[in-house]
């Protein structure tokens, strides 16, 4: 599966940006992870198929996942953002890892992953 994102861009503390990823097919499980500079790639939102979301806690309210399973899409739309969300934003899919909470956010559950899509939030 090939998964491109877009949407990236920068935004000032407050901002807005809609995230989107293009699949080249089906898979039941894909997500959003992001990597700032300097730390490790954390797990932002996942779904399974249309369902079973999962957020991860920084995200309270703030960014929403959503999918066009007919058009193998996956967008996230981030809203009030902080510097803090600064980060090279993925979509990832595959494997079954987002089935179960406590495998939903592990990298090694997606098999496949895209290039990146660069938000960055200024103060």
């Known amino acids: 599966v090939r998964l491109v994102e877009s949407g990236g861009g920068s935004v000032q503390t407050g901002g807005s940006l809609r995230l989107s990823c293009q699949a080249s097919a089906y898979d039941t499980c894909m997500g959003w992870f992001r990597q700032a500079p300097g730390k490790e790639r954390e797990g932002v939102a996942t779904m399974a198929g249309n369902a079973n979301i999962r957020y991860a806690d920084f995200v309270k309210g703030r960014f929403t996942v959503s999918r066009d399973i007919a058009n193998n899409m996956i967008s996230l739309q981030l809203n009030s953002l902080k510097p803090e969300d600064t980060a090279m934003y993925y979509c990832?899919?595959?494997?079954?890892?987002?089935?179960?909470?406590?495998?939903?956010?592990?990298?090694?559950?997606?098999?496949?992953w895209g290039q990146g899509t660069q938000v960055t939030v200024s103060s």
């Open positions: 990832a899919a595959g494997g079954r890892g987002c089935l179960s909470g406590s495998s939903a956010f592990l990298e090694g559950e997606y098999s496949f």
